[in-house]
């Protein structure tokens, strides 16, 4: 079955990085994503993986990938106030289209 | 490109009324998604477009829910005899097929009341 899961709640010091962590079930996900969300707001993609990559850079943002465990990790460096949001893990299960399966969402909270 | 657009925003509707939501998505984007997200959860999957075809609908979606997209470009969401379970996020999402890029809308916030 399809199935992300995510820690609920993580709370950092402004400069630390943040890990935030995810397993999912469906060895078959083509894409996995992280997604950020603000209150009230919609969702934001910040970065994807395609499966046969281990990890991915962009700026701040680092994405590991471990096919074999089925984890994906995504890690803020110098975490900023303005990064406190809900970021959701979300598999894209094999299908030939973008259908997004999410986890339940990690809160980060920044505080100085 | 303004990226993905829905209207309403927020809507207030008592028990046993229609509603009906309208996502624009991304011009050139074929690819067209509703999700359903309810408080402390991450968005559910509702259904699927690709151009004006309706290709996937999920478990959720019951027979109250109807969606469209007539001309393969807009698409609305109709909820029948709502029921306060209906309060949520309505989001909207499209991509451009071939890509894995999906982008979301800021989303219908519904309160059934």
């Known amino acids: 079955g399809e199935d992300v899961e995510q820690s609920l709640f993580l709370s950092v010091r402004e400069g630390d990085s943040s890990v935030i962590n995810c397993t999912y079930t469906d060895s078959s996900s083509t894409y996995l994503y992280w997604y950020k969300q603000e209150p009230g707001a919609g969702l934001q993609l910040l970065t994807y993986?395609?499966?046969?990559?281990d990890m991915k850079q962009d700026q701040r943002l680092t994405v590991l990938l471990n096919k074999k465990d089925k984890h994906l990790s995504l890690r803020i460096a110098d975490t900023q106030t303005g990064d406190s949001a809900i970021y959701f893990c979300?598999?894209?299960?094999?299908?030939?289209?973008?259908?997004?399966?999410f986890g339940a969402g990690t809160r980060l909270a920044v505080h100085p | 490109d303004t990226g993905v657009s829905q209207d309403p925003r927020h809507k207030i509707t008592k028990r046993g009324q229609n509603v009906t939501f309208r996502c624009d998505p991304i011009?050139?984007?074929?690819?067209l998604y509703w999700y359903r997200q309810t408080l402390g959860q991450g968005p559910e999957f509702l259904t699927y477009?690709?151009?004006?075809?309706?290709?996937?609908k999920s478990r959720l979606l019951s027979d109250r829910f109807s969606a469209e997209r007539p001309k393969g470009s807009f698409s609305t969401l109709e909820i029948q005899r709502t029921e306060q379970g209906d309060s949520a996020m309505y989001l909207c999402a499209s991509s451009l097929g071939g890509t894995p890029e999906a982008f979301f809308g800021q989303g219908t916030r519904l309160t059934v009341v």
């Open positions: 477009f690709q151009n004006e075809a309706q290709l996937e």
């Open positions: 011009s050139e984007h074929n690819r």
């Open positions: 993986i395609f499966s046969n990559m």
């Open positions: 979300a598999e894209s299960p094999s299908g030939g289209y973008n259908k997004l399966i």
